[in-house]
């Protein structure tokens, strides 16, 4: 395997040399290159392969100067920028530097034979087989645990994964930060929001509000199955009674059926929250789905320091005292300001509705 050279370059972008995006044809892109010692070209978007392309027709169309990628590009990338023929990248605010290094000198599958006799990954699908759930989770905590939030998201998006993602939201107290990265990764990510019947009016509104917002264009409702809810729940009330099964009714079984096409949901789930959450990773395998967390790390701090950078839309409920906010009968404002799910099934010892649990570790209520 021939050693690959890639330079990262932290500064801003100043005077590098003429800037184009990636959609631009390529016989402008040598017209205009013909007296240019440097060109950066712009990705818009991690899956979008043009830029590679263009950096590969340059080079072999004899362009001798440098060519620097830029925009949303991924660490996993770094291999295939070095290969198509850039000679460098700029690094987006909060890049990990070691992480780009590292992946430049790991990954050594192509996606395109810019190397003299060696088969790109997609000539190759019979003998590469795409990595477990259990080695990507364990990839992605090794990994990234340092990274920021949108550069953990567009990992998990890397196309050399070809994973299928989701994200999970309540639209609650603090749904706004995971949901925000997210749209700033790829508005268009699937979002699932299990509608149970029984949230609040103000969660409802917020999540149409919110929606817009953040410009999110496939939000997903899910209703739980009407036979079910029709079988089990006639009255709507086995809250009262068994809140473990109304939860599985309302939550745990719609939801195991909407992630079906999915490998990946992305959950706004954070240490903070304490009880089985407090250690939680990056990413694990729950129910052969990888959850993705983010934002495991933040502290109540962290999120509502981001909302107001952010000038993020607030949950209504808020400022009644509400600081973890899920279904009405089930949900008071927090009773313990050193636990922001306190107002959670505040009468039991209930702290999961179970979706994000293996049905066996379950709590039921006293």
Known sequence: MS????????????????????????????????NETALVLVFDAFRDGRGFSLASALRAGGFKGQLIAAGAVLPDQARH????GFDAVELPAGADLETWTRLLATFDVPMQAA????????????NVARPGLDEI?????????????????????TPAWGLKVATLSSFGAEASVVLDFVARVDPALPVLFLDTGQHFLQTLSYRKRLSAHLGLTDVRIILPDAADRADKDPKDDLWLSDPDACCDLRK???LGRASAPFD??????????K?????????????????LNPLAAWSTADVEGHVARRNLPAHPLIDQ??????????????????DIRSGRWAESNKRECGIHLPRSSRVTAA
Do not use: M
């Open 3 to 34: 050693h690959l050279s890639l330079r990262f370059l932290e500064t801003p972008p100043l005077a590098r040399g003429l800037r184009l995006n990636v959609s631009t044809p390529l016989s402008e892109v040598r017209h205009l290159s013909v």
């Open 252 to 254: 745990v079984a719609p």
């Open 275 to 291: 009880g089985d959450r407090a250690s939680l990773p990056l990413a694990e395998v729950i129910a052969g789905t990888l959850r």
């Open 137 to 157: 989770a364990a990839t992605l905590n090794a990994r990234y645990a340092e990274a920021d939030p949108a550069t953990l998201i567009r990992a998990v998006l």
């Open 264 to 273: 990946v949901l992305i959950t706004g789930r954070k240490r903070h929250h």
């Open 81 to 84: 920028l070095a290969r198509s």
């Open 115 to 126: 190397e003299r006799g060696t088969k790109p990954a997609w000539n190759r699908r019979g």
């Open 321 to 338: 005292g509400y600081t973890s906010i899920g279904c009405w009968p089930c949900t008071r404002p927090s009773v313990d300001a050193s």
